[in-house]
């Protein structure tokens, strides 16, 4: 199973992104897929999370300003980043809970990083 991310970039204070993180190989079922983030010398945290039935939370710092959505059908999440402040600056990584069976335990799976970068 591979996480595909791509859309990161450098933006300046107040604009928008929009990442992809694609699901593929061995696929049975996936339940919650999410996006987390490292900051410069931060720690990874939590961006936001959606289950397989459409359920979200968010992390209070990007709530009101981050969409999280998927495409089950593409095996795929998206995080739209509206009004992106030089505190989002950050590797965002996506991650998916594959199961690769039917009655097989559900693995976290990483996509590699996509950077993103909010500055004028």
């Known amino acids: 199973v591979q996480l595909q991310a791509s859309g990161g970039g450098l933006v300046q204070p107040g604009g928008s992104l929009r990442l992809s993180c694609a699901a593929s190989?061995?696929?049975?079922?996936?339940?919650?897929m999410g996006w987390y983030r490292q900051g410069p010398g931060k720690q990874r945290e939590l961006v936001a999370v959606?289950?397989?039935?459409?359920?979200?939370n968010y992390a209070d710092s990007v709530k009101g300003r981050f969409t999280i959505s998927r495409d089950n059908a593409k095996n795929t999440v998206y995080l739209q980043m509206n009004s992106l402040k030089p505190d989002d600056t950050a590797v965002y990584y996506c991650?998916?809970?594959?199961?690769?069976?039917?009655?097989?335990?559900?693995?976290?799976?990483w996509g590699q990083g996509t950077q993103v970068t909010v500055s004028s």
């Open positions: 959606i289950t397989s039935r459409g359920r979200v």
């Open positions: 190989g061995s696929i049975f079922n996936i339940n919650d």
């Open positions: 991650n998916a809970a594959v199961s690769t069976y039917w009655g097989g335990s559900f693995i976290d799976y």
